[in-house]
């Protein structure tokens, strides 16, 4: 699968509240593992599945972050649920920083440095 976003995945781990309506026009409300977030959107685990589609809000703290149901996929551990944040909202950390937050581009660069600085070393015989 090709690849669209156009801002940056940053991985994180933390327990949110996700609400939404089901099918049936209850409101729905379950706790769920945050994966990744970025600008415009988040990537969710949950237990049971949800329709593309459905708009989904994230409670955090004391804020939300509202988006759609973009996908929706099982993988070993449940369901994956990718969520398009709806126009004019938008993550910053200044409001919502998951406890465990990680930008894969740096270990990307810390891997680069490490393999520079060895590379760098005499070799001992």
């Not at 026009?25 to 706790?31: A, K, Y």
């Not at 990744?36 to 237990?47: F, K, P, R, Y």
């Not at 804020?63 to 126009?87: K, P, S």
Request: net charge negative.
């Amino acid at each position: 699968m090709q690849e669209r976003r156009t801002d940056t995945r940053m991985l994180c781990a933390e327990l949110v509240e996700v609400i939404w309506k089901d099918q049936s026009g209850r409101e729905r409300r379950r706790i769920a593992n945050l994966e990744d977030i970025s600008l415009c959107g988040i990537c969710l685990q949950v237990e049971n599945p949800m329709q593309p589609g459905t708009e989904v809000t994230m409670r955090y703290g004391d804020g939300n972050l509202v988006g759609i149901v973009r996908y929706c996929a099982f993988r070993d551990e449940g369901y994956f649920l990718g969520i398009q944040f709806e126009e004019g909202c938008q993550w910053s950390t200044q409001h919502f920083r998951p406890e465990h937050l990680l930008d894969p581009r740096e270990l990307v660069e810390q891997a680069m440095r490490r393999h520079h600085a060895a590379s760098d070393s005499p070799a001992l015989y």
